[in-house]
């Protein structure tokens, strides 16, 4: 089990996506807020390979769970 330490930063790399700091805030400026009845990994912005790992995180309720739940709410 992967036992890193989680950040946003490290989220978006996991996603494929910029880590940095001023990227994050433009993806979450770009893409938010999305509607309150759409689950993020639903979200229509994801490639099928990230609304995999976002359901699969959720899902397992894993290390990267907390994570996800935090970019949700960035989102909303």
């Not at 999305?34 to 699969?56: G, N, V, Y």
């Not at 990267?64 to 739940?69: I, K, N, P, R, Y």
């Amino acid at each position: 089990m992967d036992r890193s330490n989680h950040n946003m930063k490290t989220l978006f790399l996991q996603l494929g996506l910029d880590g940095d700091d001023q990227q994050i805030n433009d993806f979450v400026a770009r893409h938010g807020p999305i509607e309150p009845a759409t689950k993020i990994p639903d979200a229509p912005f994801w490639t099928a390979s990230q609304a995999q790992f976002l359901r699969e995180a959720l899902d397992s309720d894993g290390d990267w769970a907390e994570l996800v739940d935090e970019l949700d709410a960035l989102l909303r």
